[in-house]
């Protein structure tokens, strides 16, 4: 059965906003579910539901992060629900196995570790917003990576050692798993 609005808002319900700004966010989230409806959750509407993973090695010391082709920066993997998504969070797993290979991912809680609004960049054309929920998600580094046509690379990173050219807000994003999952992270 498909993502219903109502699955959709008890996810971002089960949000634990850490500012004001994600507060906002979850609040305008929410109210956008219940204006546009089932449109909120395809990409019928320049601004809709995603879902992101936010994937950490089993040893908590390193990220997986993909070099986004339209973005052409350095995120988490994640995107658009899915018709035979059940939930959220199933979308978020089967957009990390999709875009990075890695099966047998394990979701470190149920709950979303956070949410934001992300502006797309002109790289895009029918999306304009992504309102995004992540899900903190722990892999196996060893197992084998596949690029996916959406991204140029697909590589682990050490938590202290991250690129250049990380998405808009991925720094916070790690700091926060950390505090969900202790980590080395120190940047």
Not at 36 to 55: K, Q, Y
Not at 92 to 121: F, H, K, N, S
Request: negative net charge; proline residues 5%; hydrophobic residues 40%.
């Amino acid at each position: 059965m498909p993502i219903t609005v109502a699955g959709a808002r008890r996810t971002v319900e089960a949000v634990n906003p850490r500012s004001d700004a994600e507060t906002q966010v979850r609040a305008h989230t929410l109210d956008y579910l219940h204006t546009a409806d089932s449109a909120a959750l395809d990409r019928t509407l320049p601004e809709h539901v995603t879902a992101s993973a936010v994937i950490l090695n089993t040893e908590h010391t390193h990220t997986l992060l993909v070099f986004h082709r339209k973005a052409n920066f350095w995120v988490q993997p994640g995107g658009h629900l899915d018709e035979a998504d059940d939930t959220v969070q199933q979308a978020a797993l089967r957009e990390a196995e999709e875009e990075t290979g890695l099966r047998g991912l394990t979701v470190a809680r149920d709950q979303p570790l956070d949410i934001e609004r992300q502006l797309l960049g002109s790289g895009f054309t029918a999306c304009r917003w992504h309102l995004d929920l992540a899900f903190l998600v722990l892999a196996n580094r060893h197992n084998p990576l596949t690029v996916n046509a959406e991204s140029k690379a697909v590589q682990w990173w050490p938590l202290d050692e991250l690129p250049e050219g990380l998405a808009p807000g991925l720094r916070d994003r790690l700091r926060h798993a950390s505090t969900v999952v202790p980590t080395v992270f120190t940047q």
